[in-house]
Structures are given as structure tokens and as C-alpha cells.
């Protein structure tokens, strides 16, 4: 008896390490609930668009590794530039650039696992912390040019009716600034060492792979509002269930819950009348400064929400909500994904990912705020 107690309590807490993140989510809704009583505007705190996109898009990649696609496109990749810091350039780049077309979040589900399957498949482990962390911030800040790139991006949008000529002047000098470092960086810390790949001889069922690219573009479509997200909440689990069951049962569930326990979590910060208060004082003082320092608690697009209620200087408050995605760890909720997709593989490295997180996003951070202040005073 003592010894399946034991056995339960070490299962337990091996499930706190693993899923840390969706921990402190939950007791930051549970918390919460405690000022803000659950009644019916909880039920408006979710995008439930982006929770199926993510269960959607989760679901779909699943399917694609069991049938080892992204090694394959791994081996493409590598035979194509033969260089270490060329192929994590690429990464990084086809990152950043999805992330202007299909939102952050998607882009990084897409991505990471290419990248896991380039740097394990050449031997190149040392590197992936600082290629998902790079990821990160390409996702983060690359999603900040276009008004769907971001989901805070399209709130704005809408609520203030920015022409698409402003949107892309305001944006541009932060986002021409965040290429320029991130290329900086991966010829800083990036040796531009040979790889190799063994070729992967195993059958490649083209037709299934085929199949679930298909499905990738309905959950994309559902990003932009092409179909209604509920049409490819049946069709992919459906059709999923009877082409490959294994993929949904390696769904990350629990990242699914750590934005929804976020959600509960923001939607109560939202409501609390003297953090309303706060914000409000706050945003007549700096707009900028203060919807970045705000996103590194409650997240980017919470801010962008909660703080428009406060301000008419959507100008300064849209490159604070963007250039607000790096810092912390909940700065932009996508950074979750990758957290969790990195320490899926690396268990036993997730403060040393935390450590090196910080100081890379928190460089970024300080350097683009820095100047964008500069150019306010120009």
C-alpha cells in the first residue's frame, strides 16, 4: 500500500515538473475567482477561434511526424544549405515570416518541430534552446507588421479603424530593427559549421501526407476567418480518428488548458476595479512605456483590450503591445508553445531554457523600447 502511494505521489509531482506552466496558470485563475466570482461573463474571456486552431493545428502535426514528415523536409533543408547557421537562419526567417501570415502561435506550432527534427537529426542539440528561443522572438515580432499577424494587432485594428497605410508606417521602423538583431544574433552565437543528415530510407506514405496538408490548410483558414472554426472542430478530429487515433491521443491537452486557464486568469485581472484604476492613471503618463511593462504580467493581448479602454493614442499603445510580446516568460502567450515544446525534449533543462530565455527577450526588449522612445522624442 505504502509503495503505490509512493508510486502516485512521485507520478504526481513528475506531472507538476512536466507541465509547470499550466500549474501557475491555474492557480493564477483559481486566485483570481476569488475577487472576480465565476458567473456569465467567464464564458467571454475565450477565444474559443484560437483553442481550436490550437487543437486543430496540434492534432494535424501529430499526424505529420507520425509519418516522419518533418524529418524528411529536415533532410530538404539541410542538403539545401549544408550550414549550421544558414539552416537556423532559414528557421528563424520562415518564422518570422509565418508568423505575418498565419498569426504567431500557428506559426511556431508549424515550425518548432522542423526545427527540433534539423538539429537532433544532425546532432546539433547544443543549439536548440537558443533556435526555439530565436523562434520565439521572430513569431513574437514578426506577427507586428500586418494587422492579422497578431491577434492584439487585429483588436486595435478594428477598435480604432487604422487606416492600413498607418498600421504599416507605424510598425515598420520596430520591425525592420527586430530582423536586423535577430540576424545579428545568429551570426553572434551561430558557428557556420558543415551538417549532415542520414537519409531517412523508411516508406513515406505520400498520400496520407498529402491528406493531412489539406487539413493543415482548413485549420489555417480557419485563422483567417475563411471557415467557421467550428466546421474544422468536427472535420479533423473526425477524419483523424479514422486515418491515424495516435494522433490525438499525443495532442499537448495541457497546453490547451494553460491558455485557458490564462484566459480565465486575464479576463479576472480585467475586471478587477482597482487594477482598472491603476491602468488608467498609468496610461495618461506613458502609453508605451506602460503597455509594455503591463504585457510582461498579463500578456499582450489582454493589455491590448484591457488598456484601450484607458487611451486614444493607439499609435504608441499598438508598438507596446508588439514589441510587449518578448520579455517574460507570459508576455505573449505563444512564448507557452515554445516552452513547452522545448522542455518536451529537453525535461531536464528547463531553468537553464528560463535563464537564457530572459536574457535574450529582456535584451530585445530593452533595445527596442529604447528605441522607439528615441524616435517618439524625434
Known amino acids: 500500500m505504502k509503495s503505490q502511494a509512493n508510486s502516485k505521489i512521485s507520478i504526481f509531482i513528475s506531472f507538476i515538473k512536466k507541465n509547470i506552466v499550466m500549474v501557475i496558470a491555474f492557480l493564477s485563475a483559481f486566485l483570481t475567482s476569488f475577487f472576480v466570482p465565476i458567473d456569465r461573463e467567464y464564458i467571454e474571456y475565450f477565444d474559443f477561434k484560437t483553442l481550436t486552431c490550437l487543437f486543430c493545428v496540434l492534432a494535424v502535426v501529430c499526424a505529420l511526424k507520425n509519418i516522419s514528415f518533418f524529418y524528411i523536409l529536415a533532410q530538404k533543408v539541410v542538403s539545401a544549405f549544408k550550414n549550421l547557421r544558414m539552416c537556423i537562419l532559414v528557421l528563424i526567417y520562415i518564422t518570422f515570416l509565418g508568423s505575418m501570415l498565419i498569426a504567431n502561435d500557428m506559426a511556431l506550432l508549424t515550425f518548432l518541430p522542423l526545427g527540433y527534427f534539423i538539429l537532433s537529426s544532425t546532432n546539433k542539440q547544443k543549439y536548440m534552446a537558443f533556435t526555439f528561443i530565436m523562434q520565439n522572438i521572430a513569431a513574437n ?89 467550428w466546421i474544422g472542430l468536427i472535420v479533423i478530429p473526425i477524419t483523424l480518428f479514422f486515418v491515424d487515433k495516435k494522433a490525438l491521443t499525443m495532442v499537448d491537452y ?31 503618463k506613458n502609453t508605451l512605456l506602460f503597455s509594455t511593462l503591463s504585457c510582461q504580467f498579463i500578456s499582450n493581448v489582454p493589455t491590448a483590450i484591457l488598456l484601450s479602454q484607458f487611451t486614444n493614442n493607439y499609435s504608441e499603445l499598438l508598438v507596446g503591445v508588439n514589441i510587449g510580446g518578448v520579455g517574460t516568460l507570459i508576455a505573449s502567450l505563444a512564448s507557452l508553445i515554445t516552452f513547452r515544446e522545448f522542455n518536451k525534449h529537453n525535461p531536464g533543462k528547463m531553468g537553464y531554457y528560463i535563464i537564457k530565455f530572459s536574457i535574450f527577450n529582456f535584451s530585445f526588449l530593452i533595445i527596442l523600447s529604447q528605441f522607439m522612445n528615441v524616435l517618439k522624442v524625434l
Open 141 to 229: 515580432l514578426g506577427g507586428m507588421l500586418t494587422p492579422f499577424g497578431n491577434p492584439q494587432n487585429l483588436y486595435l485594428y478594428t477598435k480604432y479603424n487604422i487606416p492600413n497605410s498607418e498600421f504599416i508606417l507605424i510598425m515598420t521602423p520596430p520591425f525592420l530593427l527586430s530582423i536586423a538583431m535577430i540576424t545579428l544574433c545568429c551570426f553572434i552565437f551561430v558557428k557556420p559549421e558543415r551538417l549532415y543528415v542520414e537519409e531517412h530510407n523508411d516508406y513515406f506514405d505520400s498520400k496520407k501526407a498529402l491528406l493531412y496538408l489539406c487539413l493543415f490548410a482548413l485549420a489555417i483558414a480557419i485563422v483567417f476567418r475563411g471557415i467557421p472554426y
Open 254 to 284: 495541457p497546453l490547451l488548458f494553460t491558455f485557458v486557464f490564462f484566459f480565465i486568469f486575464s479576463g479576472n485581472m480585467s475586471r478587477i476595479e482597482a487594477v482598472k484604476n491603476i491602468f488608467s492613471f498609468l496610461m495618461k
